[in-house]
């Protein structure tokens, strides 16, 4: 069974830097992409961006390159989303969900993460 | 980059109603569209892809058509698990763009 499963909520400061996790089970991991959705309260979805775990090469949505990091360990079958000062419009859910197998990265996601939910505030 | 425009932004509709929600891209992205369904306080669920192509698992009164610029998501008997978000997102090209959703109750 895929799952992917995220770590629980986080309330931060601002300023402060933090990683979120998402380990995936029931598939090969280092052959599926694996995005991130961001979804501010009461808002839609966002594409922040991919990654590929086999070599790590990741794409990034131009409104967040610069102000996250994706990344993966495949020896434990995990990617992260990391930030090093988050801001209060930070606050979000933020969805891991995976993507197609290698080659043509670009089709949508099957499996999604429960969320996890991050609170910046001073 | 594409703009997706989903309408309406809410409905409100009868059980057994047919339902229509249309998603525009501000260029052509071919069939290169998805549909999701949010139910309140849920994960995002991938119901359609390929513009019409259903995934494993959604009814069958869930379809999808269109290509190019303009697409069609239709729920042609709406049932009281269907009230839900439904956003479009387009892939042809990066960023993988989602449409604003569109809501639908029940009347």
């Known amino acids: 069974e895929v799952q992917l499963v995220q770590s629980g909520g986080e309330v931060k400061k601002p300023g402060e830097s933090l990683k979120i996790s998402c380990k995936a089970s029931?598939?090969?991991?280092?052959?599926?992409?694996i995005g991130w959705v961001r979804q501010m309260p009461g808002e839609g979805l966002e594409w922040m961006g991919m990654i590929y775990p086999g070599d790590s090469e990741t794409r990034y949505s131009p409104s967040f390159q610069g102000q996250v990091t994706i990344s993966a360990d495949k020896s434990i079958t995990t990617t992260y989303l990391q930030w090093s000062s988050l801001e209060a419009s930070d606050t979000a859910m933020y969805y891991c969900?995976?993507?197609?197998?290698?080659?043509?990265?670009?089709?949508?996601?099957?499996?999604w993460g429960q969320g996890t939910l991050v609170t910046v505030s001073s | 980059d594409i703009q997706m425009t989903q309408s309406p932004s809410s409905l409100s509709a009868s059980v057994g109603d047919r339902v229509t929600i249309t998603c525009r891209a501000s260029?052509?992205?071919?069939?290169?569209l998805a549909w999701y369904q949010q139910k309140p306080g849920k994960v995002p669920k991938l119901l359609i892809y390929a513009a019409s192509t259903l995934q494993s698992g959604v009814p069958s009164r869930v379809s999808g058509s269109g290509s190019g610029t303009d697409f069609t998501l239709t729920i042609s008997s709406l049932q009281p698990e269907d009230v839900a978000t439904y956003y479009c997102?387009?892939?042809?090209?990066?960023?993988?763009?989602f449409g604003g959703g569109t809501k639908v109750e029940l009347k």
């Open positions: 969900a995976r993507g197609p197998p290698g080659g043509n990265w670009l089709q949508p996601n099957d499996y």
């Open positions: 260029q052509g992205i071919g069939n290169n």
């Open positions: 029931g598939f090969s991991f280092t052959k599926y992409w």
């Open positions: 997102q387009k892939y042809n090209s990066a960023p993988l763009t």
